[in-house]
């Protein structure tokens, strides 16, 4: 059964800085990776997906890279801005199709 | 351009009552359709996915059921509600492109809680 984790829970940096999230999962026989951003209260929003044949994929400000040997994926984020501030959730898809989340990682960027 | 709507957006219900949550997409066939919950404090979970009008897996056994009455419309129903259904239902819908890709596409959610 697959399992996601998400290291730190939670993170407070200043504005300007970048920062890393990470991720790790247990089965490397995944299809895709998908991060998400989460506002409170409000549904997810997709932000990067990579596929099991790709490193990484780029979207702006946000790189997301992928080793599937290791079961780690990170999403850096560049020059983080106060409108980054939410929480960040990773999923593996598995040969059903279906995504197991990681619990996700909550990130307060200060003016 | 595809739209995924979810209604309603906050529900409260006793302990006891149905409960019938409905998910429509628009502006693509066929696609995959999915339910998630996310209860208060812990992570998403997958409820139930299909792939087809009438096809449900179910993921977690529970007193919930899925159906899908039509190609775009899947439904979250319940004959009673228990306090540990309380959470927010997310439903999401995907599909395969020709690379491969199949990134999945969430609702606004709906908010329940069962008092």
């Known amino acids: 059964k697959q399992e996601v984790t998400q290291i730190p829970a939670a993170l407070s940096v200043p504005e300007g800085e970048n920062l890393v999230l990470n991720c790790s999962f247990t089965?490397?026989?995944?299809?895709?990776l998908q991060w998400f951003r989460q506002d409170p209260g409000k549904g997810l929003t997709s932000l990067l997906l990579?596929?099991?044949?790709?490193r990484e994929q780029t979207s702006g400000r946000l790189n997301a890279s992928l080793d599937k040997s290791s079961g780690r994926s990170t999403l850096y984020i560049a020059a983080s801005q106060p409108g980054d501030s939410a929480t960040y959730l990773c999923a593996a898809i598995t040969g059903r199709r279906a995504l197991t989340f990681g619990s996700g990682t909550r990130l307060q960027v200060q003016p | 351009s595809q739209t995924i709507h979810q209604w309603p957006a906050t529900l409260v219900q006793p302990v006891g009552s149905p409960l019938s949550l409905e998910c429509t997409v628009e502006g693509t066939s066929n696609p995959n359709l999915y339910w998630y919950r996310q209860a208060a404090g812990r992570g998403l979970q997958l409820l139930f996915y299909s792939v087809g009008i009438g096809q449900i897996s179910s993921e977690v056994p529970q007193n919930l059921s899925a159906s899908r009455p039509q190609d775009r419309q899947f439904i979250l129903s319940s004959k009673k509600l228990l306090l540990s259904d309380s959470g927010f239902y997310l439903c999401?819908?995907?599909?395969?492109?020709?690379?491969?890709?199949?990134?999945?596409?969430f609702g606004p959610g709906t908010r329940l809680l069962v008092l």
């Open positions: 990579i596929q099991s044949s790709q």
């Open positions: 999401a819908w995907s599909q395969v492109s020709a690379g491969g890709r199949e990134t999945q596409y």
């Open positions: 089965d490397s026989a995944i299809y895709n």
